[in-house]
C-alpha cells in the first residue's frame, strides 16, 4: 500500500473516530437536556434544525451550492420520513436506557442490514452470515436478560427499532447513493426535516434556562458536525475499514454515563456487548472478503 493511500485510510479512520465521539457527545447532550426538562420533540427540532446551516457551508466550500440540484426529490422524501421516525427511536432509546446500554444496542445495526439486505434487496447471505445474525441476537438476549429485567422490555423494543431504522436508513442512501452525492442527501434530509418538525415543534415549545437553551443548540451543532464527519471518512476509506471504529462509541457512553450520570453499564451489558460487537465485526469482514471475490472474478480475463 503506498503512503498516499496509507494516509487516506488513516484520515478516513481519524474522521471516523471522531464522529463517533460527536455522536456519542450528542446522546449526552440529549440525556442532560431531557433532565432539564426538553422533551423529544424539542430534542429532534434543535439537531435538525442548526445542521442546516452546517450542512450548506460545508456543500458550499467543497462542491458548491449547485451539487443540491436533484432529480430525485421523492427518493429525498422518503430518506426523510424513514430518517425521522428512526430518529425518534434513537433519541427514545438514549431517554430511556443508560447510555452504554443505548449504544450496545446499536450495534446490532449490521444484523439488521444482513435481514434487511437478504429480505428487500434479495441479497445473497451465506450460513456464515446467518450464523453471525443468530450469535448476534443471543447478544442481545444476554444484554436484555428477559424474565430477570436487566433492562426494561420496553426499553430494549425502541433501541433494537432505532437500530432497525438506521439498518432500514443505510440501505436507503445505498439506493440513493448511486445517483446523489452525499453532501446532497444530507442537506435535504436536514432541510426537509425542519418544517415537519417544526409543526410539532410549535405544539410542544416550552420556556428553558439559558443553560438548557444551550443544550439543545448545542446537540444540532454537535450532531451536525459528527454527521459531516461519517460523510467525509467515507471519501477516504472504505466501509469495512472504518465501521469497526464505531464500537469506540461504548468507551464514550460508558465515560459519558460515569461523568454525568453516575452510571455505569449493567454486568449482562458487559457480557452481551463483546458478542454483539464480535457478530457484526464477522459480518462486515464476511462482506469485505465477498467484496474482494467479486473483483476479482470481475477482473478474471474470459
Known amino acids: 500500500m503506498s503512503n498516499a493511500r496509507t494516509d487516506r485510510v488513516a484520515t478516513g479512520l481519524a474522521l471516523r473516530l471522531f464522529a463517533?465521539?460527536?455522536?456519542?457527545?450528542?446522546?449526552?447532550?440529549?440525556?442532560?437536556?431531557?433532565?432539564?426538562?426538553?422533551?423529544?420533540a424539542e430534542t429532534m427540532f434543535h439537531r435538525q434544525l442548526w445542521a442546516v446551516p452546517l450542512v450548506t457551508l460545508w456543500v458550499?466550500?467543497?462542491?458548491?451550492?449547485?451539487?443540491?440540484?436533484?432529480?430525485?426529490?421523492?427518493?429525498?422524501?422518503?430518506?426523510?420520513a424513514v430518517g425521522l421516525t428512526g430518529m425518534i427511536f434513537t433519541f427514545g432509546a438514549?431517554?430511556?436506557?443508560?447510555?452504554?446500554?443505548?449504544?450496545?444496542?446499536?450495534?446490532?445495526?449490521?444484523?439488521?442490514?444482513?435481514?434487511?439486505?437478504?429480505?428487500?434487496?434479495?441479497?445473497?447471505?451465506?450460513?456464515?452470515?446467518?450464523s453471525a445474525?443468530?450469535?448476534?441476537?443471543?447478544?442481545?438476549?444476554?444484554?436484555?436478560?428477559?424474565?430477570?429485567?436487566?433492562?426494561?422490555?420496553?426499553?430494549?423494543?425502541?433501541?433494537?427499532?432505532?437500530?432497525?431504522f438506521v439498518a432500514l436508513v443505510a440501505i436507503t442512501l445505498r439506493q440513493i447513493g448511486k445517483t446523489e452525492s452525499a453532501g446532497t442527501t444530507v442537506f435535504w434530509f436536514s432541510l426537509l426535516s425542519v418544517p415537519v418538525l417544526?409543526?410539532?415543534?410549535?405544539?410542544?415549545?416550552?420556556?428553558?434556562?439559558?443553560?438548557?437553551?444551550?443544550?439543545?443548540?448545542a446537540t444540532g451543532l454537535v450532531g451536525g458536525v459528527g454527521q459531516l464527519a461519517l460523510t467525509g471518512a467515507m471519501r477516504f476509506a472504505p466501509v469495512s475499514a472504518v465501521v469497526p471504529m464505531d464500537y469506540s462509541g461504548l468507551i464514550w457512553a460508558t465515560l459519558y454515563g460515569w461523568l454525568l450520570f453516575d452510571m455505569f453499564p449493567t454486568f449482562s451489558t458487559w457480557?452481551?456487548?463483546?458478542?454483539?460487537?464480535?457478530?457484526?465485526?464477522?459480518?462486515?469482514?464476511?462482506?469485505?472478503?465477498?467484496?474482494?471475490?467479486?473483483?476479482?472474478?470481475?477482473?478474471t480475463p474470459l
Not at 451550492?65 to 427518493?75: E, M, Y
Not at 410539532?200 to 443548540?217: C, G, K, S
Request: glycine share 8%; net charge positive; proline share 5%.
Open 20 to 40: 463517533i465521539a460527536c455522536l456519542a457527545t450528542m446522546s449526552a447532550l440529549i440525556k442532560l437536556s431531557e433532565i432539564r426538562g426538553a422533551n423529544l
Open 60 to 80: 458550499a466550500a467543497g462542491p458548491g451550492l449547485k451539487s443540491l440540484k436533484t432529480q430525485r426529490f421523492g427518493a429525498h422524501v422518503w430518506r426523510t
Open 94 to 130: 438514549v431517554v430511556l436506557l443508560p447510555l452504554a446500554e443505548a449504544q450496545t444496542f446499536q450495534f446490532t445495526v449490521p444484523i439488521f442490514a444482513t435481514l434487511l439486505g437478504a429480505l428487500l434487496l434479495r441479497e445473497p447471505t451465506g450460513w456464515h452470515r446467518w
Open 133 to 164: 445474525v443468530i450469535v448476534g441476537f443471543l447478544g442481545v438476549l444476554i444484554v436484555v436478560q428477559p424474565g430477570h429485567q436487566a433492562i426494561p422490555v420496553f426499553s430494549a423494543i425502541v433501541g433494537l427499532l432505532a437500530a432497525l
Open 198 to 217: 417544526g409543526v410539532v415543534y410549535i405544539f410542544n415549545f416550552q420556556h428553558h434556562d439559558p443553560v438548557t437553551w444551550a443544550i439543545l443548540i
Open 271 to 299: 457480557l452481551g456487548a463483546p458478542v454483539i460487537i464480535a457478530s457484526g465485526l464477522y459480518i462486515v469482514y464476511r462482506e469485505q472478503k465477498l467484496a474482494r471475490g467479486q473483483a476479482s472474478y470481475a477482473e
